[in-house]
């Protein structure tokens, strides 16, 4: 039914006229319009009910402040209607006279009864009618896959700083909609309403000036197919009166199909400078500006340098305003200052926020890969790496996906995906292009993974590449711009601490000549086999013990295959702190003397890590675990900080290290991020984890090479007791692709061979040093110019000789138990559970 003028509506006055989806923001805007017009018979409807109303009211209002929003729920509450919900929901409807529906009522199967009604000949009107047939002022209306939010806020923007009255509204929540202001607007304004897809289904006018974005494939699962949805969009140029005009997308691929179809004045914008009249676009290489063309010649409407907001696709949005605006009177001195002036759009690529030297992005307005992907073209000018969180439903357009592969491989360093097929579509995309991936059940985990792996100067950006994602996972006082706030907070408070520098010169660091390696000529070698106990694990053992003294804690706990343990048991030693280290039985016999030097007590036990987490929790003692304590990763600082103070001239460019569970590393990436946010260094070398056996969960992300031989017999060499799964990996694997570096799984022939080039060379460091050797031989062969680099290979953990027999443990108290009772029997002889 055509709606052309009020009379047409004011007829209805005084029949049963309904209202489905009345609490939503197009359904209560209705219902207001229709009672300011006297209307007495109205029937609203609405899903949910009760408390389940208010809450889908205060959802659907966000564009209202608290007050606003609880007084729009009493007028609706309190309104002279029948208010139908729940199970009641559509009642009645056949009986109405009108109804008015929102604009995606036929994507949900309750509102079946709508069609039936329909179909028997009730008329069904929207909120976009009214607006194009009841505005007294011209109409500029935006549509496009991508970019109307934009482009018509900032219309509205130049309109409004030209003086010119004008209204905004239409299909973004988070603008108010304008229908009971309508009469208030002279007809020298104008009302700039941003009209989706759906609107379009049922528009019987078209406004003065139509404006395209830009056409990608985007809801094709609600129209069907791809042709489908294009012939929607050609409804509103196919309207425009003779006298109006038809502004267009020169870049398109669709220009020439919308041209075809356009009944009004013909003008376009591109980034290609305008050749005919009513044109615009860019001229000029060094310092491009906006060029239009009329009857008057060609006039600069703003310099690209103008334009606040980063991306080719803002530079498309700016040009589209300008244009509407242009072709709308106002001056070229205010589109300038309008253009200049212009802070974007909530949800649209919107930073939140930059804190620690991290920036925080809002884009949850991009529900298809095209607008991701348009996000991630803007960001990578500031050559910043990019976290990526994604996730929701694919609107039957996943070969379009396949867009985001490269785009992924070259500015995004971590993605964090949600449920949904949208996020499963992201997550196979990201694993084909290498990028790491993370699952996460809900926002608020997906935020912890993003804090895990995001460093200074990296950019987090939400943005879902999926439908449905508000509801799904950002609805809510807790929504990730709290969540972003919430670390503004904490990261101002600890930034009043000082930074862990417990580093103190442990090891050289000396160059070497190891021409022995195929590809491999001279590099550094940090021989970390040389601190006091052996083991680079003592400076985080130091730390940690340190602390564990600081808080008066009884003794600690440390599940070790051996380094660690030695290193807590010496740190527990000089300060009297029992330690209890739980060892598994294979431990190497020369390891365990070490350790009795020390005098721990020794639980050497089957599943020694599970049953040491057990012990911890009994008897409140703090578990030394590297994986799992962050004060181990922060003690591992002072290696990075170490080796900064021994490469003064910042001429390292390649870092290899074995790592089981990823602590050490991840301490080393956290002291050069550290300095680097403090401006102390600027160079971060790449960092390159080498792992074999059980301890590969690290590698296997970069090292696609399949696992050879069993885990157990692999895990005997350069890792055995590696945890793979550690909750530090997602960090790591963060870092190591922020920094250009890599992962190794390096076998046990490669660690055997590098093993004994070091031997040959007397440096007797462990297969750890050796397998971390070979990897660098590897990285170097693949180079096409090894020369230039200065790697260090950092030599981690003393070698042991074979040991005859059982280990000498004399002096030490040692319990052999696999049960849990015995070990509490064991430990209850010095310490009570709490």
């Not at 003592?538 to 564990?548: G, I, K, L, S, T």
């Not at 956290?670 to 946010?677: G, I, K, P, T, V």
């Not at 600027?682 to 056996?693: E, N």
Request: a positive charge.
């Amino acid at each position: 039914m055509a709606i052309d003028s009020k009379d047409d509506l004011t007829r209805f006055r005084d029949c049963p006229v309904h209202i489905a989806g009345v609490a939503g923001t197009e359904g209560f805007a209705v219902l207001e319009y229709l009672l300011d017009l006297g209307f007495t018979k109205i029937t609203g409807h609405n899903l949910d009910g009760g408390k389940a109303l208010e809450r889908a009211f205060n959802t659907a209002h966000v564009a209202l402040d608290k007050t606003a929003r609880k007084q729009a729920l009493d007028r609706l509450r309190s309104a002279p209607i029948r208010l139908k919900t729940g199970k009641e929901y559509l009642a009645g409807i056949e009986d109405a006279a009108l109804i008015f529906a929102t604009q995606n009522w036929f994507a949900h199967d309750a509102n079946a009864p709508l069609q039936t009604a329909r179909n028997l000949g009730v008329p069904l009107a929207f909120i976009t009618q009214l607006y194009l047939a009841l505005s007294p002022a011209p109409v500029i209306a935006v549509t496009g896959t991508n970019g109307k939010t934009t482009v018509s806020t900032w219309i509205y923007h130049i309109l409004s700083r030209a003086g010119v009255p004008c209204l905004m509204s239409g299909n973004d929540r988070y603008h108010p909609q304008a229908l009971n202001r309508l009469d208030d607007l002279p007809a020298h304004g104008f009302l700039v309403l941003e009209i989706s897809n759906r609107q379009l289904l049922e528009i019987q006018r078209g406004p003065h000036l139509a404006v395209l974005t830009g056409i990608q494939p985007d809801h094709v699962d609600e129209h069907g197919s791809f042709e489908n949805y294009l012939n929607t969009k050609l409804r509103l140029f196919e309207r425009v009166p003779a006298e109006g005009f038809c502004l267009l997308n020169r870049d398109d691929p669709y220009h020439a199909l919308f041209r075809e179809h356009s009944t009004g004045r013909l003008a376009t914008y591109g980034h290609e400078p305008p050749r005919n009249m009513l044109e615009t676009g860019l001229s000029g290489d060094i310092s491009p500006q906006c060029i239009a063309r009329d009857t008057r010649g060609d006039t600069v409407l703003f310099d690209v340098s103008d334009i606040p907001l980063p991306g080719r696709h803002n530079r498309m949005n700016a040009l589209a305003a300008a244009t509407a605006a242009w072709l709308a009177g106002v001056s070229t001195e205010t589109i300038r200052s309008g253009i200049a002036s212009f802070r974007g759009v909530k949800h649209r690529l919107e930073l939140l926020a930059e804190t620690g030297g991290i920036r925080y992005f809002d884009d949850e307005a991009s529900t298809n890969p095209a607008a991701t992907a348009a996000a991630l073209h803007a960001l990578s000018e500031s050559h910043r790496p990019i976290v990526l969180i994604a996730g929701g439903d694919v609107k039957d357009n996943a070969s379009d996906y396949d867009r985001l592969k490269s785009l992924f491989q070259q500015w995004v360093a971590h993605i964090i995906c949600l449920p949904g097929n949208a996020g499963d579509r992201v997550a196979s995309m990201a694993a084909s292009a290498g990028i790491p991936v993370d699952q996460a059940g809900h926002l608020a985990e997906a935020m912890t993974l993003a804090d895990s792996v995001a460093s200074p100067g990296m950019d987090v950006v939400l943005s879902p590449a999926g439908a449905g994602f508000h509801s799904r996972f950002n609805a809510g006082a807790r929504g990730f711009r709290r969540m972003v706030r919430d670390r503004e907070r904490i990261h101002r408070t600890a930034s009043k601490r000082r930074p862990v520098t417990t580093h103190r010169r442990e090891s050289p660091l000396t160059p070497m000549d190891v021409r022995e390696v195929p590809g491999l000529g001279s590099c550094f070698f940090k021989h970390e086999y040389m601190c006091p106990t052996g083991s680079h694990k003592d400076r985080a053992a130091r730390y940690q013990v340190a602390c564990a003294r600081r808080d008066g804690a009884p003794g600690v706990i440390i599940p070790s295959s051996g380094n660690a343990a030695i290193a807590v048991a010496a740190a527990g030693h000089a300060v009297n702190l029992p330690v209890y280290a739980f060892l598994a039985p294979e431990t190497h016999p020369g390891k365990l003397e070490a350790m009795a030097r020390y005098r721990p007590r020794l639980i050497i036990c089957q599943r020694s890590i599970r049953r040491a987490g057990n012990a911890a929790r009994r008897f409140g003692m703090p578990n030394l675990r590297p994986s799992r304590d962050d004060r181990a990763v922060q003690g591992f600082m002072s290696l990075g900080y170490e080796i900064a103070d021994q490469d003064p001239g910042e001429n390292l460019t390649d870092l290899f290290i074995f790592c089981t569970s990823g602590a050490t590393l991840t301490g080393i990436a956290r002291a050069f991020n550290d300095l680097r946010e403090r401006h102390v260094r600027q160079r971060f070398p790449r960092l390159h984890a080498v792992q074999s056996g059980a301890a590969a969960d690290i590698a296997r992300r970069f090292d696609p090479r399949p696992v050879p031989g069993t885990r157990k017999k692999d895990s005997r060499k350069a890792g055995f007791g590696g945890v793979a799964g550690s909750p530090l990996s997602a960090e790591l694997s963060g870092a190591i692709h922020r920094s250009g570096g890599s992962g190794w799984f390096i076998t046990d022939s490669e660690t055997a061979a590098a093993g004994e080039i070091l031997k040959s060379m007397g440096i007797a460091t462990s297969a750890e040093g050796g397998a971390a050797l070979a990897a660098l031989g590897r990285f170097l062969s693949t180079c096409d110019s090894p020369g230039t680099l200065q790697p260090l290979v950092i030599l981690t953990g003393r070698a042991y000789p074979d040991h005859p027999g059982p280990a000498d443990l004399t002096g030490c108290d040692v319990c052999r138990s696999n049960t849990y009772q015995g070990i509490e029997a064991f430990i209850s002889q010095w310490h009570t559970q709490p």
